[in-house]
């Protein structure tokens, strides 16, 4: 009787956690998720200078760029290595292209889809901003002249 008593403290045990779990292929009415299969999470992931380009020989990226920025400026990270795609959208006060970057022109790029933990890390660029100035420079330049 005791044997049969445990077993089934242990049945019930187990069909109250399986009864807990959600099953993650149901939808569930707090789901915010979109329904459109494009929508990608897009993240202000780093500002700061370029320190260095690297130009691809595969047609499936146009190269790399590392930027690395002060930690406080805003963005997620302070040093990346950004993965640069033919669909990179890239702005000055027009559209240029990735042949127009250049060792320390300070960017702001926002990251799409997922980013490789590592430090520095590495990501695929969505939008790339070339500043004019740098304006943390420009901002500490000012306080040195009050």
Same mark, same amino acid.
Do not use: R
């Given at each position: 009787?005791?044997?049969?008593?445990?077993?089934?403290?242990?049945?019930?045990?187990?069909?109250?956690?399986?009864?807990?779990?959600?099953?993650?292929?149901?939808?569930?009415?707090?789901?915010?998720?979109?329904?459109?299969?494009?929508?990608?999470? +897009? *993240?202000?992931?780093?500002? /700061?200078?370029?320190? @260095?380009?690297?130009?691809?020989?595969? =047609?499936?990226?146009?190269?790399? !760029?590392?930027?690395?920025?002060?930690?406080?400026?805003?963005?997620?990270?302070?040093?990346?290595?950004?993965?640069?795609?033919?669909?990179?959208?890239?702005?000055?006060?027009?559209?240029?292209?990735?042949?127009?970057?250049?060792?320390?022109?300070? +960017? *702001?790029?926002?990251?799409? /889809?997922?980013?490789? @933990?590592?430090?520095?890390?590495?990501? =695929?660029?969505?939008?790339?901003? !070339?500043?004019?100035?740098?304006?943390?420079?420009?901002?500490?330049?000012?306080?040195?002249?009050?």
């Amino acid at each position: 009787m005791k044997k049969f008593s445990i077993f089934l403290i242990i049945i019930l045990l187990m069909i109250s956690i399986a009864g807990c779990t959600q099953d993650s292929k149901a939808p569930s009415s707090d789901d915010n998720s979109s329904t459109d299969g494009d929508s990608q999470f +897009v *993240e202000y992931g780093v500002a /700061g200078n370029i320190t @260095e380009i690297t130009v691809s020989e595969d =047609d499936s990226i146009l190269g790399t !760029i590392h930027v690395e920025g002060p930690k406080d400026n805003g963005a997620t990270y302070d040093n990346a290595i950004v993965t640069v795609l033919p669909d990179t959208k890239i702005y000055s006060n027009d559209t240029v292209n990735f042949k127009d970057l250049e060792v320390g022109m300070y +960017v *702001e790029i926002f990251f799409k /889809g997922e980013v490789k @933990e590592s430090y520095p890390v590495q990501a =695929d660029a969505k939008q790339i901003n !070339i500043i004019p100035d740098d304006p943390v420079k420009n901002e500490s330049d000012e306080q040195d002249g009050e």
